[in-house]
């Protein structure tokens, strides 16, 4: 059974910085991806950040409004993916999911099949 466990959300003031965790349980990363997620109140579900397990190496994908700022990662050794933000922005406040299962479409939501209880970011200004 696989399981996603994020930790690292909070407050802050504009401009600083967090880094969110997903510790994943159950699952195999090669060839897959794991992504993040936000959601603000009365918005949909937005990718983030993705990052993909390939033998030739790890590519990543981001989302516009956070190219520059957020950077995704992730420790084999600990089955964590780490999603860095820099330079936060109040518009940056919202419900932050980490997902795992797709082997495509990394950004898009609907494709993952597996998904973590989320952290929330609020960022203040």
């Known amino acids: 059974q696989v399981q996603l466990v994020e930790s690292g959300g909070g407050s802050v003031q504009a401009g600083e910085s967090l880094r969110l965790s997903c510790t994943t349980f159950?699952?195999?990363?090669?060839?897959?991806?794991v992504g993040w997620f936000r959601q603000a109140p009365g918005k949909e579900r937005e990718g983030v950040a993705a990052?993909?397990?390939?033998?030739?190496?790890?590519?990543?994908a981001y989302a516009d409004s956070v190219k520059g700022r957020f950077t995704i990662s992730q420790d084999n050794a600990k089955n964590t993916v780490y999603l860095q933000m820099n330079s936060l922005k109040p518009e940056d406040t919202a419900m932050y999911y980490c997902?795992?299962?797709?082997?495509?479409?990394?950004?898009?939501?609907?494709?993952?099949?597996?998904w973590g209880q989320g952290t929330q970011v609020t960022v203040s200004s």
């Open positions: 990052i993909k397990t390939t033998v030739g190496g790890t590519p990543t």
């Open positions: 159950g699952y195999t990363y090669t060839g897959k991806c």
């Open positions: 997902a795992a299962g797709p082997a495509g479409g990394c950004l898009s939501a609907v494709q993952y099949n597996f």
